[in-house]
T-cell receptor, first 114, second 115 residues
Framework: KAGVTQTPRYLIKTRGQQVTLSCSPI?????VSWYQQTPGQGLQFLFE???????NKGNFPGRFSGRQFSNSRSEMNVSTLELGDSALYLC?????????????FGPGTRLLVL | GNSVTQMEGPVTLSEEAFLTINCTYT??????LFWYVQYPGEGLQLLLK?????DKGSNKGFEATYRKETTSFHLEKGSVQVSDSAVYFC??????????????FGTGTRLTIIP
């Protein structure tokens, strides 16, 4: 079974631009979660989508948004990029229903904001 | 809220040494506990998990036991290899209640194994 895939793997943007990251979950998984990983803050939860609905949200500004499509693929958007948005963005998928809540991660998208 | 406290790194060991990475947690309800590993330049891989008290998760020679009385989930391996060099993250989810898929992570412990 194919794993979680994320595109693109690397991105370079400048301040003020916006960016869209994509995540394709494992087949059959309906939940997609997004995490931001930085050296200073570690791994932080952004949001989770289940069946096209945002079910859970972390403590990030409104510049960070996401959506999920009917095929469970998800996109994450960051508008008006800031230098501090430079990070590895990880997507994880799971079945999304108890008790099989184990999350499986993709390789991540590394975003550099200049 | 939920939190995970992990042993500070980095940890450097010789090959075939015994490994322990400490992890304690604070959570309401009945959390599930996980260890994830991150190799250089990669995403996170699930190493093992335990979903209820006294469960032991194991994989690739690594073990961890869910201790509710001490709120701990320490990672152990009897004989480490160079290929075990990576960053290890302890994490929890809030439990099996619907809608609680958020993982809370520890800060990570960088492990380096010297031949």
């Amino acid at each position: 079974k194919a794993g979680v895939t994320q595109t693109p793997r690397y991105l370079i943007k400048t301040r003020g631009q916006q960016v869209t990251l994509s995540c394709s979950p494992i087949s059959g998984h309906r939940s997609v979660s997004w995490y931001q990983q930085t050296p200073g803050q570690g791994l932080q939860f952004l949001f989770e989508y289940f069946s096209e609905t945002q079910r859970n949200k972390g403590n990030f500004p409104g510049r960070f948004s996401g959506r999920q499509f009917s095929n469970s693929r998800s996109e994450m958007n960051v508008s008006t990029l800031e230098l501090g948005d430079s990070a590895l963005y990880l997507c994880a998928s799971s079945h999304g229903t108890p008790p099989t809540e184990t999350q499986y991660f993709g390789p991540g998208t590394r975003l550099l904001v200049l | 809220g939920n939190s995970v406290t992990q042993m500070e790194g980095p940890v450097t060991l010789s090959e075939e040494a015994f490994l322990t990475i400490n992890c304690t947690y604070t959570a309401t309800g009945y959390p599930s506990l996980f260890w994830y590993v991150q190799y250089p330049g990669e995403g996170l891989q699930l190493l093992l998990k335990a979903t209820k008290a006294d469960d032991k998760g194991s994989n690739k020679g690594f073990e961890a036991t869910y201790r509710k009385e001490t709120t701990s989930f320490h990672l152990e391996k009897g004989s480490v290899q160079v290929s075990d060099s990576a960053v290890y993250f302890c994490a929890l989810t809030a439990g099996i209640n619907f809608g609680n898929e958020k993982l809370t992570f520890g800060t990570g412990t960088r492990l380096t194994i010297i031949p």
